[in-house]
């Protein structure tokens, strides 16, 4: 007898996209989310009618599944590109400016900025493209390779900085904990992609898929449940009761997956648990003036490793969303220095990111009219250090193979919006594929 009952296990981007396909094709479909709300990184927080976007940031233009579900939600209105310049501090105290999809970095100059240019003829423009937000196959030689290898000639400081300073805001992370083969992939989304954020913050999207489904807010589930091999369901954690389905679908944060995870699936636990991935905590600033009339993203000296390495101003993002005309920016930690956060209180986390962004906007401390903290528990961003794509692609074979359960996660496309919809999209195939299963 056929059994059209799916269960999944959270409710971020991933399994949400995966609930409403499923339930537009007729399944019955059940979400248990451990927080009070949707979304997962796709967060908003609001100041005096200023909101902020506290997590996910923006949509890319070459996303496909994201702006499918934006049209079903009727939420395309909403989208404004964004259109301000970024800022680099050099190792050698000189700036740049890069301003979006003019293809030269100013302050970097022309040598530098040809090296650039080749680089990316030569691994983007006339390479073989795998598909975007999948991890499909993976290249030893780049991908068992730190993304600064690539750069290590003396006189290439300049450009070493600007690449570092990629894969903190892309990536999360210090350069060593990106491999080149991912980095190859990050600069070809953010050098031939536009940007939108979302009037009233990224979190819409969430929040109106999540109208359409059933979702449990405040249960987080202990374990999968198991018989004969196959998964039949969750244990909830509050009361122990399980909850039997034809299928499983696990899109909790990659994190807290591992725990979830009981012994005859010690494979996929292991994967899980081997992510490199932290809670992240985000310091927002409000502030008594405006910043800048253009400049959007602000960049420390990459050699200093500050503890913050970045900031945004969302005044500049999305004026929109900031009707007070001031400025808001918040500070970005990075691994592995945001492992020194996890325990600290707010208050000093404060103080750190004001001493931290202090060099790049003179002032800012004397400028806040209100400061907060919002904190990523379980949903810190992945990284790819060398040798990921391979574990990945490792993982993503073996889960085949098992009955009665899928797995949806950002971590396997690339830890972006769009790779945890691709996902999702690849667990509801396999669902569908099947038209649902017996007991």
């Given at each position: 007898m056929e059994n059209r009952k799916v269960v999944i296990i959270g409710a971020g981007i991933g399994g949400l996209s995966a609930g409403y396909w499923l339930s537009q094709r007729g399944y019955d479909v059940e979400i248990f989310e451990a927080l009070d709300r949707p979304g997962g990184r796709m967060a908003?927080?609001?100041?005096?009618?200023?909101?902020?976007?506290?997590?996910?940031?923006?949509?890319?233009?070459?996303?496909?599944?994201?702006?499918?579900?934006?049209?079903?939600?009727n939420l395309r209105s909403r989208l404004v590109e964004i259109k301000g310049k970024v800022k680099f501090a050099f190792s050698d105290g000189a700036t740049g400016v890069f301003i979006p999809h003019s293809f030269f970095i100013q302050g970097l100059g022309l040598a530098k900025n040809l090296k650039l240019y080749?680089?990316?003829?030569?691994?983007?423009?006339?390479?073989?493209?795998?598909?975007?937000?999948?991890?499909?196959e993976a290249n030893p030689e780049f991908d068992d390779m730190e993304a600064l290898e690539a750069f290590e000639a003396p006189k290439d400081l300049r450009l070493r900085d600007v690449i570092s300073s990629i894969t903190l805001a892309s990536n999360m992370s210090e350069p060593e904990w990106m491999s080149l083969y991912h980095f190859i992939a990050l600069l070809r989304i953010d050098m031939f992609t536009h940007y939108y954020s979302m009037v009233g913050g990224i979190s819409m999207l969430a929040e109106e898929l999540a109208k359409h489904l059933s979702i449990r807010y405040e249960t987080p589930v202990r374990q999968l449940v198991m018989d004969k091999g196959r998964v039949v369901g969750v244990q909830l954690d509050k009361d122990g009761s399980v909850k039997r389905a034809g299928h499983v679908i696990v899109a909790a944060a990659a994190r807290s997956v591992g725990r979830l995870l009981p012994d005859e699936l010690a494979q996929q636990r292991e994967f899980f648990n081997s992510i490199t991935q932290a809670p992240l905590p985000m310091p927002v600033f409000f502030l008594?003036?405006?910043?800048?009339?253009?400049?959007?993203?602000?960049?420390?000296?990459?050699?200093?490793?500050?503890?913050?390495?970045?900031?945004?101003?969302?005044?500049?993002?999305?004026?929109?969303?900031?009707?007070?005309?001031?400025?808001?920016v918040s500070a970005w930690s990075c691994y592995p220095h945001t492992l020194d956060l996890v325990d600290?209180?707010?208050?000093?986390?404060?103080?750190?990111?004001?001493?931290?962004?202090?060099?790049?906007?003179?002032?800012?401390?004397?400028?806040?009219?209100?400061?907060?903290?919002?904190?990523?528990?379980?949903?810190?961003?992945?990284?790819?250090?060398?040798g990921s794509y391979r574990k990945v692609l490792d993982f993503k074979q073996k889960a085949r193979e098992l009955r009665g359960v899928s797995f949806v996660s950002d971590i396997l496309g690339g830890c972006f919006m769009e790779a945890a919809m691709v996902s999702a999209a690849e667990a509801v195939r396999r669902v569908c594929g099947w038209g649902g299963t017996a007991y």
């Open positions: 908003t927080i609001e100041h005096k009618g200023d909101k902020v976007d506290v997590g996910a940031q923006f949509f890319h233009s070459n996303y496909r599944y994201a702006f499918d579900l934006i049209d079903a939600m080749r680089f990316m003829l030569k691994h983007i423009i006339l390479a073989h493209r795998p598909p975007m937000y999948r991890i499909e008594d003036r405006p910043v800048s009339r253009d400049l959007w993203a602000y960049f420390n000296e990459p050699g200093l490793k500050r503890t913050f390495s970045f900031v945004e101003d969302h005044l500049v993002k999305c004026p929109a969303m900031i009707p007070s005309g001031k400025g808001v600290r209180p707010d208050e000093e986390i404060i103080k750190q990111a004001l001493s931290d962004i202090e060099p790049i906007l003179p002032g800012v401390s004397s400028w806040v009219d209100e400061a907060r903290v919002f904190w990523h528990k379980e949903a810190g961003m992945g990284h790819y250090p060398p």
